[in-house]
């Protein structure tokens, strides 16, 4: 499978998709879709899904810095 992302609507099997939504792909279908101006190849990895019911976003913990206390 190849990972693209649409950069014109396109409808693939049936379901209308808009520019910035990914779609994996055969590698045919994907060099026809690259060709025809519809994808690029998508050079992200997909985001990780979350778990159902965990709607708040995981936020990053901030890392504690060490400080060096002067010799007074």
Do not use: F, Y
Request: aromatic share 2%; net charge neutral; glycine share 6%.
């Amino acid at each position: 499978m190849t990972s693209l992302v649409l950069i014109r609507p396109h409808t693939h099997a049936g379901k209308p998709l808009q520019p910035g939504e990914r779609l994996d792909v055969e590698s045919g279908t994907a060099d026809w879709l690259i060709a025809n101006g519809i994808a690029r190849h998508d050079r992200q990895p997909a985001p990780v899904p979350q778990p159902e019911g965990d709607s708040a976003p995981i936020e990053a913990k901030p890392t504690p810095t060490q400080r060096k206390e002067s010799k007074s």
